[in-house]
């Protein structure tokens, strides 16, 4: 069976009796979008502070591949088997974005007997969470534009404004646009472009603030360009935007509460991209879980330089949280194509294939355990295709690695499968105190920490720029110094070519534009020809997506 129709066989349970059956959650402190699906209140949220913290697992996984490595999947099956081993434990995700739905990478809600449900209603408008970042953003835009058309007293200069607009959908067509076309009617001409909604600043801050105040602190922060003199900024407060763009929030910054295939609680909340923004879910989604449940199994996007670096550096900066532990996803059709196997042979068993491709585990792991400090167990996702023989050698060269290595089969037997990897991490994050080394000091210059992540992480032997990228961050130094770097890049590779596979060495990172994203706190750095607004491809997963008259979804995946 597909994923889609393993999905619409489970057997769920109405969501408020297994919030309160399983966590002890009234009714009354839930919002319910139907029966499946809740949000969870503030207030209650709130209530839980004086509860003890449980121990936070994170999951990452190898520089991803066309094959896919399956993150979440194993997210969702550590999550149950915890669960199965009478382990109280939460799984925290994001919310998947309609972009990669409907164009390459498809849903985000795991796979086989390891997935959150429903599955539809997750991967498509869930909760209105994207719609709400999405018209927040979009208002802050309107407001600039209307300020401008009226006189623009606080002498805005529509060349040098940095927000654009945002649409959840793979658009390529608008990237590069005109507005006010049509005369002075329709405001002022300018050029403009569309980011996705999960590049957006205001998914950024959703995920990192920490209550209603803090969000609209953080709106209200945002840069949205500059005046004529070229160097004063102005912020969304100028335009007093930041109390109606809270209230389009006022639901958005509610954690949504679901359930795995095994009736477990699950929260998903949040969905900026790794490769474009920082990855994580939100820090109110992971707090609230620390202090409901045991133990905890979250997830950060794409691979482990990506993802689980902005986990440490930007989530757990900002946050205070640690981190006990890592899980590294790897699967064996991945370290092939690492190794040069071209796609459609990637079922085919070849050992000197998985030898050559094991560098870009080694990679990550070596980054997990020295420069993350912490302790990492290498899973190794299980496909049908899978040999003894290259398991062997896998497990062996992670044993020489001095890797704890599981091989887990939660995609096809759900819990039951992964119950030795679930076995595993608890043996650590049992006998440690959680904690984590950061990548680089926050007193470090902006170039500096740029480069400790090119060089540390990536494998690079050094950063270049043009002069226009250096002279900003050199000027922001001053003010915002200290902030964290968030990495635009591809998630296919160390270097900024996606192409290269393994673990490259020798390249040169180059830093084609600088962002400040003021509100989040952070700096964006844009590495290479990486996008903030995907296309779709030749074929996209969209025509694949039907629906019927009993309105049962096909084609999701």
């Given at each position: 069976?597909?994923?889609?129709?393993?999905?619409q066989?489970?057997?769920?349970q109405?969501i408020?009796g297994?919030?309160?059956e399983?966590?002890?959650?009234?009714a009354?402190h839930l919002?319910?979008?139907g029966h499946?699906k809740a949000?969870?209140s503030?207030?209650y949220?709130?209530s839980?502070t004086?509860?003890?913290d449980?121990?936070l697992?994170?999951?990452?996984?190898?520089s991803?591949?066309?094959?896919?490595?399956?993150k979440?999947?194993?997210t969702v099956g550590?999550?149950d088997?915890m669960?199965?081993?009478?382990?109280k434990?939460i799984?925290?995700?994001r919310e998947?974005?309609?972009?990669?739905?409907?164009?390459v990478?498809g849903?985000a809600?795991?796979?086989?007997?390891?997935?959150v449900?429903p599955?539809?209603?997750?991967?498509?408008?869930f909760?209105?969470?994207?719609?709400?970042?999405?018209?927040?953003?979009n208002?802050?835009?309107?407001l600039?534009d209307?300020?401008i058309n009226?006189?623009?007293v606080l002498?805005?200069d529509?060349?040098?404004i940095?927000?654009k607009?945002?649409v959840?959908?793979?658009?390529?067509?608008?990237r590069?646009?005109v507005?006010?076309m049509?005369?002075?009617?329709?405001?002022?001409?300018?050029?403009d472009?569309?980011?996705i909604?999960v590049?957006s600043e205001v998914?950024?801050?959703?995920?990192?603030a920490?209550?209603?105040?803090d969000l609209?602190?953080r709106?209200?922060?945002?840069?949205?360009?500059?005046?004529s003199?070229r160097?004063?900024?102005?912020?969304?407060?100028d335009?007093?935007?930041?109390?109606?763009?809270?209230a389009?929030l006022?639901?958005?910054i509610k954690?949504n509460?679901?359930?795995t295939?095994?009736?477990?609680?699950?929260i998903?909340h949040?969905?900026p991209?790794?490769?474009?923004a920082?990855?994580c879910?939100?820090?109110?989604?992971?707090?609230t879980?620390?202090?409901l449940?045991?133990?905890?199994v979250?997830e950060?996007?794409f691979?482990?330089d990506?993802?689980?670096e902005?986990?440490i550096?930007?989530?757990?900066?900002m946050s205070?949280l640690?981190?006990?532990a890592?899980?590294?996803?790897a699967?064996?059709?991945?370290l092939?194509?690492h190794?040069?196997v071209?796609k459609e042979?990637l079922n085919?068993?070849n050992?000197?294939a998985?030898e050559?491709g094991?560098?870009?585990?080694?990679r990550?792991?070596?980054?997990i355990?020295?420069?993350?400090?912490?302790p990492?167990v290498?899973c190794?996702n299980?496909f049908?295709?899978?040999?003894?023989a290259e398991?062997a050698l896998?497990?062996q060269?992670c044993a020489?690695?001095?890797?704890?290595?599981?091989?887990?089969k939660?995609?096809?037997t759900g819990?039951?499968?992964a119950?030795?990897?679930?076995?595993?991490?608890?043996?650590?994050?049992?006998?440690?105190e959680?904690?984590?080394?950061?990548?680089?000091?926050?007193?470090?210059?902006?170039?500096?920490?740029?480069?400790?992540i090119?060089?540390?992480?990536?494998?690079?032997?050094?950063?270049?720029?043009n002069?226009?990228?250096?002279?900003?961050?050199?000027?922001w130094?001053?003010d915002y110094?200290?902030?964290?770097?968030?990495?635009?890049?591809?998630?296919?590779?160390f270097?900024?070519?996606p192409?290269?596979?393994?673990?490259?060495?020798?390249?040169t990172?180059e830093?084609?534009e600088?962002k400040?994203?003021n509100g989040?706190?952070?700096?964006?750095?844009i590495?290479?020809?990486i996008?903030?607004m995907?296309?779709?491809?030749?074929?996209?997963?969209?025509e694949?997506i039907?629906?019927?008259?009993?309105?049962r979804?096909t084609?999701?995946?």
């Open positions: 069976m597909s994923d889609i129709e393993i999905a066989q489970a057997k769920m109405p408020i297994l919030a309160k399983q966590y002890g959650i009234e009354e919002d319910p979008f499946y949000k969870i503030l207030e949220i709130n839980l004086d509860k003890k449980g121990k697992i994170l999951v990452t996984a190898i991803p591949t066309p094959a896919g490595e399956g979440t999947t194993t550590l999550g088997a669960n199965r081993l009478d382990k434990t799984i925290c995700l998947p974005s309609l972009g990669p739905c409907f164009g990478k849903g809600a795991g796979g086989g007997y390891s997935q449900v599955m539809e209603d997750i991967n498509l408008h909760t209105g969470d994207f719609h709400a970042v999405g018209v927040a953003h208002l802050l835009s309107a600039i209307n300020h009226h006189g623009n002498d805005i529509p060349r040098r940095q927000w607009r945002v959840d959908m793979n658009d390529r067509a608008l590069h646009i507005v006010g049509g005369g002075p009617a329709n405001g002022y001409l300018r050029e472009g569309y980011d909604v590049a998914m950024a801050i959703l995920c990192l920490t209550d209603r105040a609209k602190e709106l209200g922060r945002i840069v949205i360009g500059y005046k003199d160097v004063t900024p102005v912020y969304a407060r335009l007093n935007a930041q109390g109606a763009m809270a389009l006022k639901d958005a954690p509460l679901v359930q295939l095994e009736n477990n609680i699950a998903i949040g969905g991209f790794a490769n474009i920082h990855g879910n939100t820090v109110t989604a992971t707090k879980a620390l202090k449940a045991d133990y905890v979250t950060a996007g691979g482990a990506l993802g689980a902005k986990f550096d930007i989530k757990c900066r205070g640690k981190p006990s890592v899980v590294l996803v699967t064996i059709r991945a092939k194509f190794g040069n071209a042979d085919t068993e050992l000197a998985i050559q094991f560098v870009n585990l080694e990550h792991y070596h980054n355990t020295q420069h993350y400090g912490l990492c290498v190794i299980h049908t295709f899978d040999t003894d398991i896998l497990q060269k020489d690695l001095g890797a704890t290595c599981i091989v887990s939660h995609w096809a819990s039951a499968g119950e030795t990897l679930a076995q595993a991490v608890i043996d650590i994050v049992d006998n440690r959680p904690g984590f080394t950061y990548v680089y000091d926050e007193n470090l210059d902006l170039w500096e920490k740029i480069e400790t090119a060089t540390k992480l990536y494998g690079a032997t050094g950063v270049t720029a002069a226009k990228v250096k002279t900003q961050l050199a000027e130094n001053n110094g200290k902030f964290p770097i968030c990495m635009a890049k591809t998630q296919m590779s270097s900024t070519n192409n290269a596979k393994g673990a490259p060495t020798e390249h990172l830093i084609r600088v400040l994203a989040a706190g952070f700096i964006v750095a590495a290479g020809d996008m903030t995907p296309g779709l491809p030749k074929v996209p997963a969209a694949r039907d629906i019927d008259d009993d309105g979804i084609g999701l995946f």
